[in-house]
Each structure stands twice: as structure tokens, then as C-alpha cells.
């Protein structure tokens, strides 16, 4: 029998407001000390009342544009009642039937919604100096209340590359979107895995199990591999799946039963009664349409056909706006300079070369005291040929360092063009007397043939002549 996994995918994001999602708070879950952001509100005290932050709302709903999903016209919160020690106030303000957004679509995937809910605190269990002997957990409320994006995919995904594809996608819109940072790693995006297998030509989808505790991209993809496989054997055995939530174990790349799945009735839902209901204009949300920036998909084929790279290439530029964002300044600046410009050199320099000082720095782009323009002045020389790749290497090591263009820096400091007649001469000579059938050819009226010549020449200065100057002095030779 041939098993076809079934996958839904369940993303929390937290949004990137100023303040948390129903006070004014600041909204820093990273804040140094524990429970300096909290206030009678996000810690849950009796007689406190929430207000909606609207930069969220519009957060989700921008969203919402940029996915093509349906804005809500008229919207609520809701109460999801459930116990749990990082949730002071034992419910959760959430939305339940009237989502912010429904519909639209990701990678190809179609998305069933988008809502808006509030963050937890932290529970943190291993403080040193606490033993197990003597288990004691403390509580962070400053993550309690942060804006988080839920969004829901409809059970569309095939295998753990279309995940990925799905989970990078979203990542790259968020970012594009500047509304979360979206960081794995730090827990700002959350992906949850709902996964069955279907026997091969069934009408219904089998029994789901969802896993939670996935904090990287490759965990997300090896919890789909390891369910596919651990579901599988269950079938073949003639077993049942049970309907439960797992968690990922990071260090033994595992599944781990947690508890049997919990329904909808268990949160006991109701309207929020501390929060009015949302009406949104058509003009408010005509307003925030217009505010989508280009997306990274519109982006991405924008690339490749005004600067002819490749979707690989693309790609690259597409994770880290701030590069592709210096890319196209760089480009502009290098159009300015040269009227065929190499904007595959360009890249390639830009993705090697300065990325490896960026590392090497531990920096992004935007501290980096090279400007787009002197970036593109050194691409020019690389492309005239006015320098060697080598020399451009040390060279960008020295911008990056004194933050001077590279003609200063050529000039400045013992990487002079070859440039005397004396060191040029001996070089034209030699190049002329071994080349005869390319001063033959030039003769004959063939001026490609002299393009090959300084190309020789330049090759023995190791690229440092000025390919103009050794033109005219080949010109002048081959005319003599
Ligand atoms: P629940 O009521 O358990 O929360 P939902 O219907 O809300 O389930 O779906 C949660 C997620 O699980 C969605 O992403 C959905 O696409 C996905 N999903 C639903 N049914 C299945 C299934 N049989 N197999 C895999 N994923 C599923
Ligand atoms: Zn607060
Ligand atoms: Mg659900």
C-alpha cells in the first residue's frame, strides 16, 4: 500500500510593534532583566481592562493584502480559556470565528487564516544553582501579551521541502512586510505541523497528529520525515494513529507523545466582552493595500529579467532585503559608470567578497563602511580590467577598513596602476613578437585582435596596467 502525507502547517509569528498587544508596555520579550516590561494588564490583575493595539491589527491585515486573503469587515477577539502558569489571566485573548483575514494564498499553498492573539510568559526551569533534587521554575512575564500572528495553511503540503519552501516564503513576506522579524531561532516564528497519511487514491484524509516544540527550518523538516516514516510503519502494521499533539526532541531528532489533542469546546470560547468589535472601512483598508511594499516573489522575477541573474542568484539577494536593497543601489551606481554593466560580477562580490568581510565583521550590510557608489567604482575597475580580481580583493579589505573609494586607496597606497611607458614598453614588445597572427589580423582590419593583445599585456602586469593606456600604446606600436 502507498501512504501520501497530508500536511497543514500552523504559524505563530510575533508581530514587531512598539507596544504589546493590549497595553502599552513595551513589546520586548528579549528585554535583559525578567518582568520589566509588565504592567497590571499583561500580568492579568483583577479589574484591569485591555485596549487593542492598532498597529497589530493593520499588521495583519497588511498581510492579509500581500497574501490576497479576504479582510474581515467586521472582526472580534475571543476568549480561549485554558490553565496554564505563563498565562496570568487563564484565558487567552484570541480570535475564533471571525479571523482578521480567510483565505489566500503562499507558495503556491492555499492559506485558510490569518488572526491576531497575544503571546505568553516564559517558563524557565533550568536556573543554576536549582537542582533537580530541589525543582523550582520561574516566570518571565515579559514575553506576556506581545502581539502574535496566527496563521493556518489549508492541509495542502506534500513533503518536507514544500514545508520548507512554504515556512522560507512566509519568513522572507514577513520580513518584506517589516512586521516581525520572524527569527527562528528565537522563537519570533513558530511553526506547528499537522501530518496523516492517506492511502494512495482514498477519499478521506487519515487520522493528524500535530507537532509542536519546532524552533529551526530543518527541525521542521525533519518532523515531517520522521512522522511520515513513524506513521507509515504504524499502517503497515495494521495499527491506528492516534490523534495527539507530539513534540520534537532536537537533540534525538525525535517525535515525543505529549497529550491527547484537546478540541475547541475544552477552550470554551466566548466574545471578548473587555473589547469592542472591529469595523473596518473599505478606505481603511484600501489605505493599507496600498501600502504593501514589492513582494519578495515580484521581486525576485524583477531581478532576473532587469539584471539577467538567475533565479539561484535571486534567490540568495531575496532572504536579506537590506543586501537586496544595497544590490540595487550598487547597480544604479555601477550604470553610471559603465554603459554594459556586469551585474553578475557585481553579485558575485558582493555575495563572496563582502559577505566574507560581513562575517568576518559579524555584521550586516548596513554597517558596512562601504557605500552602494564605492562598491560599484570598484566593480567598474574590475570590469575594465583596470585591476585584477586579486588586487580588487585587498582593495575591498581596505575600504572596508578606512571606508575611502579605491582609487584613494589604489593611489594611496602602493597598489598603483602599471602605468610608466618604461614598465609598459618591454611588455607591448613582447606581446607583439609572440602574438604574429594577432598583429597580422589587427593589420588586416580585425580590431577585435587588439582587445586580445591588451588582454596578454594585462595578463603580464598580473592586471594592474590601465587597459586604455595599453591600447594607445599598442595602436601607436602596431602603427610604426
Ligand atoms: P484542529 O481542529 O485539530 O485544530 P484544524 O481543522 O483547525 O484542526 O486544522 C489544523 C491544521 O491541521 C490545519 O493546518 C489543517 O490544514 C491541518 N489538517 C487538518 N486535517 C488534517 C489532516 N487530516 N492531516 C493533516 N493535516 C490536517
Ligand atoms: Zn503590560
Ligand atoms: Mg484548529
Given at each position: 500500500?502507498n ?20 497595553c502599552?508596555?513595551?513589546?520586548n ?12 494588564v ?43 502558569p ?78 520548507l ?97 484537546e ?15 472591529m ?15 514589492e ?12 539584471f ?12 536579506d ?71 580588487a580583493?585587498?582593495?575591498l ?12 586607496i589604489?593611489a ?10 618604461e614598465?609598459?614598453?618591454p ?26 593583445l ?25 602603427s610604426?
Amino acid at each position: 500500500m502507498n501512504y501520501i502525507p497530508v500536511i497543514g502547517l500552523e504559524i505563530h509569528a510575533e508581530l514587531n510593534t512598539k507596544s504589546k498587544m493590549f497595553c502599552s508596555c513595551p513589546n520586548n520579550p528579549f528585554e535583559k532583566d525578567p518582568n520589566e516590561n509588565t504592567c497590571p494588564v499583561c500580568l492579568g490583575h483583577p479589574g484591569t481592562l485591555p485596549t487593542i493595539n492598532q498597529d497589530a491589527v493593520r499588521s495583519v491585515i497588511m498581510l492579509g493584502c500581500a497574501i490576497g486573503g479576504t479582510i474581515a469587515r467586521e472582526s472580534h477577539f475571543d476568549r480561549k480559556s485554558y490553565f496554564y502558569p505563563d498565562l496570568p489571566k487563564g484565558y487567552q485573548i484570541s480570535q475564533y470565528d471571525h479571523p482578521l483575514v480567510e483565505g489566500g494564498m503562499v507558495a503556491g499553498i492555499r492559506v485558510t487564516r490569518v488572526h491576531l492573539e497575544e503571546d505568553t510568559g516564559k517558563l524557565l526551569h533550568d536556573i543554576p544553582g536549582y537542582t533537580p533534587e530541589k525543582p523550582t521554575t520561574f516566570i518571565d512575564f515579559n514575553r506576556a501579551g506581545v502581539p502574535l500572528m496566527e496563521l493556518v495553511t489549508e492541509p495542502d503540503i506534500k513533503n518536507a521541502e514544500e514545508t520548507l519552501l512554504f515556512a522560507k516564503e512566509l519568513q522572507r513576506m514577513l520580513r518584506y512586510l517589516g512586521i516581525s522579524d520572524a527569527e527562528m531561532e528565537k522563537g519570533q516564528m513558530r511553526i506547528e505541523v499537522n501530518i496523516s497519511l492517506m492511502e494512495e487514491g482514498a477519499k478521506k484524509f487519515g487520522t493528524k497528529v500535530e507537532v509542536k516544540n519546532i524552533n529551526s527550518f530543518k527541525a521542521a523538516a525533519d518532523a515531517v520525515r520522521y512522522e511520515t516514516l513513524r506513521q507509515k510503519k504504524i499502517l503497515e502494521e495494521g495499527g491506528k494513529v492516534d490523534q495527539e499533539t507530539r513534540g520534537w526532541d532536537d537533540t534525538r531528532n525525535v517525535t515525543v507523545s505529549q497529550r491527547s489533542k484537546e478540541s475547541a469546546h475544552d477552550y470554551r470560547y466566548f466574545p471578548e466582552p473587555d473589547l469592542p468589535p472591529m469595523i473596518f472601512s473599505d478606505e481603511y483598508i484600501e489605505e493599507i493595500r496600498r501600502s504593501v511594499p514589492e513582494l519578495p516573489q515580484a521581486k525576485r522575477e524583477r531581478f532576473m529579467r532587469e539584471f539577467g541573474i538567475t533565479a539561484l542568484q535571486a534567490d540568495e539577494l531575496m532572504d536579506d532585503k537590506t543586501l537586496a536593497n544595497y544590490f540595487e543601489s550598487a547597480v544604479s551606481e555601477l550604470l553610471k559608470k559603465i554603459t554594459e554593466p556586469n551585474f553578475s560580477l557585481l553579485l558575485n562580490y558582493l555575495t563572496s567578497d563582502m559577505r566574507g568581510i560581513m562575517k568576518s565583521a559579524a555584521v550586516g550590510i548596513q554597517d558596512i563602511k562601504i557605500p552602494p557608489e564605492h562598491f560599484a567604482h570598484l566593480i567598474s575597475l574590475v570590469q575594465n580590467g583596470m585591476i585584477s580580481s586579486r588586487m580588487a580583493k585587498d582593495i575591498l579589505l581596505k575600504m572596508h577598513t578606512s571606508g575611502e573609494d579605491p582609487e584613494t586607496i589604489i593611489a594611496s597606497g602602493g597598489m598603483k596602476f602599471v602605468d610608466s611607458d618604461e614598465a609598459l614598453f618591454p611588455i607591448i614588445k613582447e606581446v607583439v613578437e609572440k602574438n604574429e597572427k594577432a598583429v597580422a589580423d589587427y593589420k588586416k582590419g580585425k580590431p577585435a585582435s587588439l582587445q586580445f593583445l591588451v588582454g596578454q599585456a594585462m595578463a603580464k602586469t598580473k592586471g594592474q596596467a590601465d587597459p586604455a593606456k595599453l591600447r594607445i600604446l599598442f595602436e601607436k606600436s602596431l602603427s610604426e
